[in-house]
């Protein structure tokens, strides 16, 4: 007892030093390096692995002490960047926000032991179709791919969907970590794969020149768009012909070959289809997407259209997809769940050309979409029922209902009953949320930093998008980022307005203009 009472005495002397330690590195202002007592490596070593893999420890609850009403995680970062251990090239925010970039050795050591094939039983060979894929130059994980050919007045169309389920099983390594972090997030600084790069950029994706499992969802269409019929089955392809968003663009203008034939045809029916939806009540809301890359001391910002011919027909496609898969699912009773959307309280109109003011209007009046166990209308989609499958590289709800579909295609009883669905598409939905939200807070970071950098003090355009009392809000031309604007006169929402940028404050998402 003598000897468990030294024990417990010396464990929390250690911890009162620790502590007091924790005090002294958090308030460290100098360039060297905070020292670490010998006693203390472990301690600082427990910290790390807090901040850089999740691991819980004696370390978290003191650093929790510490932080008082400030996040533990920033208190963690606060604390190896005093002693200088901060890992180099590691993104201060995703540490921040407790992302992982990395994998842990157990998910990487599954990924490297997948076998170079896959199996093919149930699958047929997708042959004689000119298959192309689709996507920005940078994307690796290419989870989609597309064929188009005319067969008297109707046209054969072709969508192929990566299949990673023929590589990871439900709850084992792979998928556990994919549920971890059930959404791939593009950050300027870098990227944050659901998978491994041997899986996600390799095995599973829908590269040129070799074969890989899919789920086909094959359409017979005629020229006004109207789906005479469809089928889904699991096979096996070969893109011919990897394109970039530009590079269709391009070949819908400027070429005559069998495949600017086949992106034509593509175009006239998806053109068509989104017109059937708009009649039947879809809402249209297009934005230009602001880019941010970060790579070393190096911030480039720019605008990239999603309305080009090639962003319209790979988007309305894969809504198509989406679609066929949840009437599929309906009509052979297979547990899914849906996405629903309910009208909204006052009338919403469709957005073909940006601008900010009349945008940000009709979002406002949308509802948020909402998770379904029975098949209702989708408002915005102008669809009866709708369920998503068309991404299973990058958003793990996707690949749990692949599964369901994939297996009833096989004839496999399917993996998962409604109860567990709901459970876990509620939690990826819930997570996904917030790793968007982190999304735009880091692209907003970075479109500030730029700002600080390039356009403070210089003149340019806003909108106004909303006026409360003395608060005016404004949305600055090109950037797509909002700020109070300072001005003698009340501008009147909607108004395009001069302003040059006064302030700027990055980390604190904090943009002030003043009215020229």
């Not at 169309?157 to 556990?176: R, T």
């Not at 203008?253 to 989104?274: F, G, H, T, Y």
């Not at 948020?368 to 709800?397: E, N």
Request: proline content about 5%.
């Amino acid at each position: 007892m003598r000897r468990l009472k030294q024990m417990r005495a010396e464990k929390a002397a250690r911890r009162d030093r620790a502590a007091a330690w924790l005090a002294e590195a958090l308030g460290h202002k100098g360039t060297e390096p905070f020292q670490i007592p010998d006693e203390l490596e472990g301690f600082v070593k427990n910290i790390a692995d807090y901040l850089l893999c999740g691991t819980n420890s004696d370390a978290v609850t003191l650093l929790a002490n510490a932080a008082g009403r400030n996040p533990i995680r920033e208190c963690a970062l606060s604390v190896l960047k005093a002693v200088h251990r901060v890992p180099e090239g590691a993104d201060e925010f995703l540490l921040a926000n407790g992302i992982h970039a990395g994998f842990s050795t157990a998910v990487l050591e599954a990924a490297d032991a997948l076998p170079d094939d896959f199996n093919r039983e149930g699958r047929s060979l997708v042959k004689n179709e000119l298959i192309f894929s689709i996507d920005d130059e940078e994307t690796r994980e290419i989870d989609d791919a597309i064929s188009c050919r005319r067969e008297g007045e109707d046209y054969l169309v072709g969508v192929y969907i990566a299949d990673p389920a023929c590589y990871v099983n439900k709850d084992d390594v792979l998928d556990e970590a994919a549920a971890d972090r059930p959404l791939s997030l593009y950050l300027p600084t870098t990227m944050v794969k659901m998978f491994p790069e041997r899986l996600s950029c390799d095995l599973a994706s829908l590269k040129q020149g070799v074969e890989r499992p899919c789920l086909a969802f094959n359409l017979r269409l005629n020229k006004e768009g109207e789906i005479l019929d469809w089928s889904i089955t699991p096979a096996i392809v070969a893109v011919n012909r990897r394109l970039t968003y530009i590079e269709a663009d391009d070949i819908l203008e400027n070429e005559q070959s069998e495949l600017s034939i086949a992106l034509n045809d593509l175009l006239m029916l998806a053109d068509a289809m989104r017109k059937a939806r708009e009649a039947d009540g879809a809402v249209v809301l297009n934005r230009p997407e602001v880019r941010v890359r970060v790579e070393g001391d190096d911030v480039r910002v720019w605008l990239e259209n999603q309305n080009t011919a090639a962003h319209r027909l790979v988007a309305e496609f894969m809504v198509q997809v989406n679609y066929a898969a949840a009437k599929y699912a309906l009509h052979n009773e297979i547990p899914v769940i849906y996405r629903v959307q309910e009208p909204p309280s006052a009338p919403v109109c469709s957005v073909h050309e940006y601008e900010p003011f009349f945008f940000d209007q009709q979002v406002r009046r949308m509802k948020r979409t909402r998770l379904s166990t029975y098949p209702q209308p989708h408002f915005g989609l102008g669809l009866d029922l709708y369920i998503q499958v068309s991404s299973p590289l990058r958003r793990y709800a996707d690949l749990v209902l692949h599964r369901q579909i994939q297996a009833h295609c096989l004839g496999n009883p399917c993996p998962y009953t409604q109860e567990e669905l709901f459970a876990i598409l509620d939690n990826v939905d819930s997570t996904s949320s917030r790793n968007r939200a982190l999304e735009n807070q880091a692209d907003t970071r970075w479109i500030l930093e730029y700002l600080k950098r390039n356009i403070i003090g210089k003149p340019t355009g806003a909108t106004v998008i909303r006026v409360e009392g003395s608060l005016v809000l404004a949305e600055l031309d090109t950037y797509c980022v909002r700020g109070i604007v300072l001005s003698r006169d009340k501008p009147r929402p909607g108004e395009h307005i001069s302003v040059s940028i006064k302030e700027v404050h990055p980390d604190g998402a904090r943009l002030v203009m003043q009215r020229l």
